[in-house]
């Protein structure tokens, strides 16, 4: 039964990386959402970042997509320069005050010139650059800002501060937009569900006055350094110290500054690999600089984390185990020294020229404000309390958090959580989806001849990031020589939302017919490039990105001639291309509005359960007998988080949810057909079944580490923390000494990576032994401890306690010896640097995760594996859900090692992902796809077993009274990724726009002298 009182829409608060990854979601699977944060543009700190790890790519370019996406959608509604005064109401129908501070511009008119900046006398510090640049009184927070429109800070402009005077602003502005006597609004919003994401602050380095922030010019906090290494930064990427603007050659990062200590017992979760990025990265710029980390614990614990941080070491960075107690100036040339006790207890002092303090993050000042209006449950340090195993629930029904302000996380986690909120919130409005939402219409397609193509080139900057390496002006120059060119420009950055709307006036007014956009990959802004296309009245696919960022500045970026040379060829290949284009018109294919789940553990059963919710009829194939995955033998939990009790709701849950089929003692064996339309064979008791999925999650878990050394499996006094856990929760334990061993089949040469739980789950389960019998001794033997985020209070509760924490080097592994009727353990204490013996009673090995040995489905679905042997994400930071292949997502410890919570939030997160495809009727296919040419094809089938996606059949059809042979390409599973075409001897089949006549051109062009 409908009911009426609930409102199909949500309030999102915070515009950083959780906030619009909430929104997003919500918005493609049916939510009308409107947006809110305080700032006067959306963002959040990613923005302020250089690059992003492990992959180095460029934060801003990374996150300008979904930047301009949300931009661009009808169906989020932005409300920045604002923030929420109260509520009432209650889950499904809430009313919302909302205060909307003037930003003394009217948007609609602005068209982003920024004269009114440029004219603006007063400045005041940047804080969007942390002090290490000005800003005006009227700014833009960002150049690729969302708004992109400026806003007035009345507490340093003059014409607020004296109440007349100045006005030059307004006086310069041409549109008229400036409106100086704009009052603030008190909005009301109606919604079913409210998203809190306020993000974080950042640990305030003045508090740490032993470190010199604020008295020494050449002490820098992490995100100042960001932006230094920017190319978009107030420095143009240029490292330098402030002091004398030269580079530095020694540099030190200190870790833990505001974390791990009196007052913040937790971990902030992202400091050791954002130091490690930033060394490599200065390390790769320049190689004869010194670099050197002080740490206390390496916290590589992601994935892809730990082979980045060897990567650093091999790289030069050096690493030194210390906390410094303090850093003082040299006078005469401003040299750093930095004092500190070495693992062996002495006092040593080194000098660098240039200090960055890894700083913690701290909950939002701005959320924990938030909390207080919503009466949302907060801990002592602030953050958020969620529900139990709930891993975004707060203690407000209808309300959910995401992201840092939960607890310290990094990007894919938010991500995940952010798609677990909006997964909460479509089981709450279930049928509320589509209610609010509009249909994007544009305009009519414009007709285009053949002969006589208008090319227009848009050149863009990047920032810094094209323009540092590349010269524009001759790029610029050199273009308006190209034949058929009637428009060439350049912009600062042509992803900016800004930059679209001239890019599509260009478009109009100059009746162009090609497009070029001269930038970066196509990988990640080809299709936002192709939306302003299309509401230009152009056919998408008249367009071609010339990658003058990665394939020139990045890769040439001490050639500069080289590389403003290679970038003028680039774009006359394209100019080439771009000529034979041709419009093109994707197929559309009915979605099969049901939902698949492999897998029946923790992640498989949460994810079956947030798509039924949602409204999706839902089938959970598990392979045995029984549900429960590995959760089964996990016993022990924080109170109202028991690992027992959630399964047991789960399982019941399953069981009798009405949208749910289970088939137990079930084997996938085909896999076939594509997003919104797959069809898979399944075996279940033998018997032969066959389902239509519009979208499938993928659960199918990961297993514990089987030792081999230690003695494990020769003597039963050796165990697994997961057969601790089954022992503690039957019997009692009554060994006088316990020792834990650390990194059992992780972090070696066979399993190179962090399995991300033992050092939590040896802690726990050292603190549980101890609880019940503390007279037991207990040891955890170690080469760093991982308990990070909200997990070091457990470390610090298990020192309090009494357990003993004993270091070890990766090549100086303990031993396990029977020493008559105990077991001897010897380990060479590397704070002491003596070998030490300890009798024990019980070894306990905290063996890691190991990908599936069964590989079957992997390969039936064509997902690939990382370099760990565990299914690959998408894109490590900001699609760590979805699959390469399209409308397949993954959850759990398929994707990685994680704890229960975090599997439960990726199962949303998957939930959410799968419930916009199968919200939708039909769904678009690729354009671009693979055409056979009939009269060329003879059948000799070459193209059909190298297609990587099984696109290509071959068939037989009767010819005029003979049999022909001949392929059939299916534009549902093309990609359009020119293997078939590779292997064709024949020109029988060709990829739509790229056509062996056009290529040959292109290289003809480049090859003739000019």
Known sequence: MVDKTKVGAALVIGGGVGGMQTALDLAEAGIKVYLLDEAPAIGGKMVQLDKTFPTNDCAMCTVSPRLVNIDRHLNIELLTNSKVVSYDGEPGNFRVKVHKKARCVDESKCTGCNVCIEKCPAKTSSEFDHGLANRKAIYTLYSQAVPNVPVIDKAHCIYFIKGKGCRACEKFCEANAILLDQDDEELELNVGAIVIAPGYDLFAAEEKPQLGYGRYPDVLTSLQFERMLSASGPSAGKVMRPSNGELPKKVAFI??????????????????????????????????????????????????????????????????????????????????????????????????????????????????????????????????????????????????????????????????????????????????????????????????????????????????????????????????????VTFVDDTLFACASDAGEKIKQAIIENDLSRVIIAACTPRTHEGLFQDTMREAGLNPHLLEIANIRNQCSWVHMNQPEAATAKAKDIIRLAAVKVTHLKPLYPGHMAVSNEGLVVGGGLAGMSAAIDLADAGYQTYLLEKSGDLGGNLKRVKIGEPGREPQIKLKELIERVKIHPRVKLFLNSEVTSFEGSAGNFVIDFKHDGDNHEIKAGAVIVA????????????????????????????????????????????????????????????????????????????????????????????????????????????????????????????????????????????????????????????????????PHSEDGFLMEAHIKLRPVDSPVEGVFLAGLAHGPKLAEESIAQAGAAAAKAAAILSKDNIQLEACVSEVLDENCDGCAYCVDPCPY?????????????????????????????????????????????????????????????
């Open 950 to 1010: 099984d696109a290509i059949t071959l068939i037989e059809y009767n010819s005029n009274g003979s049999l022909k042979k001949t392929v059939e390409a299916d534009p549902a599973k093309c990609h359009g990724c020119g293997v078939c075409m590779a292997t064709c001897p024949k020109k029988g089949i060709m990829v739509k726009n790229y056509y062996l006549d056009e290529l040959s051109e292109m290289v003809a062009s480049i090859l003739t002298p000019a």
């Open 700 to 863: 199918t878990g990961a297993s514990e580490y089987r030792p081999g050394e230690y003695l494990y499996g020769q003597d039963s006094r050796v165990i697994t923390q997961l057969e601790l856990e089954e022992r503690l929760s039957t019997d009692r334990i009554d060994a006088r000494t316990v020792v834990m061993i650390q990194c059992v089949g992780s972090r070696d040469e066979a399993h190179p990576y962090c399995s991300r739980l033992c050092c939590i789950q040896a802690v726990k389960n050292a603190i549980k032994l101890k609880a019940r019998r503390p007279e037991t001794e207990v040891f955890i033997l170690y080469r760093d401890i991982r308990t990070y985020s909200l997990h070091e209070s457990e470390y610090s509760r298990a020192r309090k306690l009494g357990v003993r924490f004993i270091r070890f080097e990766e090549n100086s592994k303990p031993d396990v010896i029977v020493d008559g009727s105990r077991l001897k353990i010897s380990v060479i204490d590397s704070v002491l640097n003596a070998r030490l013996n300890i009798p024990a009673e019980l070894v306990v090995l905290s063996a890691g995760i190991v990908p599936d040995a069964d590989q079957s489905l992997a390969k039936l679905m064509k997902l």
């Open 255 to 484: 870790q833990c500054v505001g974390s791990r200590e009196t007052g913040a017992d937790f971990c902030s979760a992202v400091c050791c690999m954002y130091a490690t990025k930033e060394a490599l990265i200065l390390k790769e710029h320049y190689p004869d600089t010194e670099v050197t980390i002080f740490y206390i614990d390496i916290r590589a614990y992601g994935k892809g984390f730990e082979s980045y941080y060897e990567r650093a070491k091999k790289a030069g960075v050096r690493y030194v185990r210390c906390q410094p107690s303090s850093i003082k100036q040299v006078p005469s040339n401003d040299e750093l020294i930095i004092r500190y006790q070495d693992e062996q207890g002495k006092i040593r002092d080194e000098r660098f020229e240039m200090v960055m303090l890894s700083c913690g993050l701290r909950p939002a000042a701005a959320g924990q404000e938030l909390a207080a209006k919503l009466g949302i449950k907060t801990t002592g340090d602030g953050f958020c309390v969620t529900e139990g195993l709930d891993p975004v629930a707060t203690s407000v029904a209808g309300v959910y958090a995401v992201g840092a302000f939960t607890a310290p996380k990094d990007i894919p986690e938010t991500v995940i959580q952010a798609g677990a909120a909006a997964s909460r919130v479509l089981a709450l409005l279930a049928d509320k989806k589509g209610e609010l939402i509009q249909e994007r219409v544009n305009p009519a397609e414009r007709p285009i001849s053949d002969g006589n193509p208008k090319i227009g080139i848009f050149v863009c900057h990047c920032g810094k990031n094209i323009s540092s390496v590349v010269s524009i002006p001759e790029v610029v120059e050199d273009a308006k020589t190209i034949p058929n």
